[in-house]
Nanobody, 115 residues
């Protein structure tokens, strides 16, 4: 059984930084995609960034230059470094893992950016 455990969310002032982590456990195929999505109140869940096991990254346009995704394949862990945070970044951030046609989600971690 695959499980994802996020950590690192919290409250930060605008312009500040946070680092999210997501550790995965269980039987995981070595070729996979790990990433982050977010959902703000009243909005649909959207892609933040994703990173394949081969090192290919994809960012949402609004996160480019501010957010950096990275991963440690030996630990099946993905990270999201978020800089220059804006109130519009306030959302629940979800870790995502995909392999062999299956998708797994973490429970989410709240990120709140205040003025």
């Amino acid at each position: 059984q695959v499980q994802l455990a996020e950590s690192g969310g919290g409250l930060v002032q605008a312009g500040g930084s946070l680092r999210l982590s997501c550790a995965s456990s269980g039987t995981i195929f070595s070729i996979n995609v790990m990433g982050w999505y977010r959902q703000a109140p009243g909005k649909q869940r959207e892609l933040v960034a994703r990173l394949t096991s081969g090192g290919i990254t994809t960012y949402a346009d609004s996160m480019k230059g501010r957010f950096t995704i990275s991963r440690d394949n030996t630990k099946n862990t993905v990270y999201l470094q978020m800089n220059s945070l804006e109130p519009e970044d306030t959302a629940v951030y979800y870790c995502n893992l995909q392999f062999l046609g299956k998708t797994y989600w973490g429970q989410g971690t709240q990120v709140t950016v205040s003025l």
